[in-house]
C-alpha cells in the first residue's frame, strides 16, 4: 500500500508539472499578446486585431490547464466554519470528511457536465471560425473539455489521495494550531 500511495503521489507531482508548463505557457502567450495590444494601441496608427482573440483563447487555455493544479495544491475558495461548533479533537476528522465529501461532489458534476455539457458543445458540427485569425472555433472550445477534464481527473486523483491518506498523522495548519494551544491553556 505505500509503494502504492508514494506511487500516486509521484504521479500527481508529474500531473502538476506538466499542468504548470502548459499553463505558464498560456499565461505568456496571453501577457505577449496584451503587450503587443497595449503597445500597438498607444505607438502604432492601427492596432492588429488578433492580438486581442490570441489573447482570449491563451486565457481560456490557462484556466483549462491551471485549475487541475489549484485543485491538488488547494488553492480553490475555502470557508472555515466548522472550527468554532467542534473541539480541536475532533476537528482534523470533520476537514477530512467535508473534503472527501466536496471532493466527490465535484468530481461528479465536473464529469456530468463533462459528458452531458461540454463535449457536445465543443465538438459541433457548424463549422464556426474566429473572427480574426481564421481559427476553427472547435481548437477554441477545446479548451473547455481540457479543463472539466483535467478537473475531473484532478478531483478523482484527490478522492483516491484522500481515502489513502485517511490513517496519516495531521498537519496542523497556522489557525489549528493557534486554536489547539488556545484549547491547551483553557484546559490547563
Sequence with gaps: MSKFKNGLDKTIDIFNSILCVFGVFFYLTFVVC??????????????????????????????????????????????????????IKHLHIVNRILDLVIQVVLCAFSLYLLVQSVIPFAFIKFPMFSTAMAIPMQYVYFGIVLMFGFLSLAFLAEVISTLLHWNDPVELNEMDAALEAMTEKKEG
Design 34 to 87: 496584451v503587450m503587443v495590444q497595449v503597445i500597438s494601441r498607444n505607438f502604432l496608427p492601427n492596432a492588429p486585431s488578433w492580438t486581442e482573440e490570441l489573447a482570449r483563447y491563451s486565457f481560456i487555455y490557462m484556466v483549462a490547464f491551471g485549475c487541475g493544479v489549484a485543485v491538488h495544491r488547494r488553492e480553490f475558495v475555502n470557508v472555515e466554519f466548522l472550527h468554532d461548533f467542534f473541539e
